[in-house]
């Protein structure tokens, strides 16, 4: 219980209230120093003290604000967190069997500064599924088994379950400990890549970079749109392979018809295209004035649409369009 200021009087608050008793010796002089030295620093809350009537020993009674392993006041009180503590705790899983790379690991989390921080780590080669046969050097799509570590605030650890992070890209680097280590901390410190760890083929012992699943495996660049998995300057590069696969016979709509499909920004934006005219069935005229006619017609394959699990565009069924004939236009 603590005391609380209530109009004029104190009186204790409904709450049960957790507090840390620091146990002291049964010497008096000592206790009272003890306390006058606690009752200044300003982190210590500390609400009094009592006595075991048991063992006679003074006990001060404080908040608990206090790591119940290290005795340390937690980095974040309100989480319950402790740097320290935690930080040692993840020592236990650095086992690359390397020491230059375990090195580098526990440096890396001794950056470690706040609970949701993420945890660089090692991570077994046998975490991940799924992993896509690629070139060797770029980055390949998996599933890491368990995911990363996240602060139970309940238990005081980190745990893993995260659905949703379990996407990851590897990228291959050679068999070399020290160009490694030196590629880890160039990407280590660009903001805009997220890496959980390192981990080691046991096969050809080629050590992987864990990222976050963000960057297009194609080129290594962060996707314009996550979710879909949309990588603008690989797709504007798609197009313009296809550029020799159609033309309309016309220099100039070729021309339009390009520049229009390299202002792309987003994976749903259309993909202006030239049409051939044998993909349209059932023309029907609905619509005639002075200087146009309006025809409904089913474009046969449908328009061109974005598949963010191949990472291409397809076309996926007939479409109902309308046809706007101009008379003007010849
Ligand atoms: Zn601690
Ligand atoms: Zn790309």
Same mark, same amino acid.
């Given at each position: 219980m603590q005391l609380k200021i209530n109009k004029k009087l104190y009186e204790r608050g409904r709450k049960r209230h957790k507090v840390s008793l620091k146990d002291l010796q049964n010497i008096t002089d000592a206790f009272l120093n003890e306390v006058k030295s606690y009752s200044i620093k300003k982190p210590y809350i500390l609400y009094g003290i009592t006595q075991n =009537? *048991?063992?006679?020993d003074y006990i001060m009674v404080l908040d #608990?604000? @206090? !790591?119940? &392993? /290290? $005795? %340390?006041? +937690?980095?974040?009180v309100y989480i319950k967190w402790c740097k320290s503590c935690q930080i040692d705790n993840l020592k236990?899983?650095?086992?690359?069997?390397?020491e230059k790379i375990d090195n580098l690991i526990q440096e890396m989390q001794l950056?470690?500064?706040?609970?949701n921080d993420l945890v660089f780590e090692w991570i077994p080669?046998?975490?991940?599924?799924?992993?896509e046969k690629k070139s060797k050097y770029s980055f390949t799509a998996a599933i890491w088994k368990d995911g990363p570590l996240k602060y139970n605030r309940d238990k005081k650890l980190y745990e893993r379950g995260?659905?949703?992070?379990r996407n990851v890209s590897l990228k291959h680097l050679q068999n070399n400990t020290d160009a490694f280590l030196n590629e880890v901390k160039s990407y280590s410190i660009k903001k805009s890549y997220i890496l959980y760890g390192i981990t080691q083929? =046991? *096969?050809?012992?080629d050590y992987i970079m864990v990222f976050k #699943?963000? @960057? !297009?495996? &194609? /080129? $290594? %660049?962060? +996707?314009?749109?996550i979710s879909c998995k949309w990588c603008k300057p690989c797709q504007i590069d798609n197009l313009k392979i296809n550029?020799?696969?159609?033309?309309?016979?016309?220099e100039k709509i070729d021309d339009l018809i390009q520049e229009m499909q390299l202002e792309i920004n987003k994976w749903n934006d259309i993909v202006f295209e030239w049409i051939p005219?044998?993909?349209?069935?059932y023309i029907k005229e609905i619509d005639k004035n002075g200087c146009s006619t309006v025809y409904s017609a089913i474009w046969k394959e449908g328009p061109l649409k974005y598949d963010e699990n191949e990472k291409i565009y397809k076309r996926s069924q007939c479409f109902k369009v309308a046809l706007k004939y101009s008379h003007n236009s010849q």
């Open positions: =009537p *048991d063992t006679k #608990d604000e @206090y !790591c119940g &392993k /290290c $005795g %340390e006041r +937690y980095t974040n236990s899983n650095i086992v690359s069997g390397n950056k470690i500064n706040g609970y080669y046998n975490q991940f599924n799924d992993i995260e659905r949703s992070h083929n =046991p *096969d050809t012992k #699943d963000e @960057y !297009c495996e &194609k /080129c $290594g %660049e962060k +996707y314009a749109d550029f020799s696969n159609w033309t309309s016979g016309n005219y044998n993909q349209f069935d």
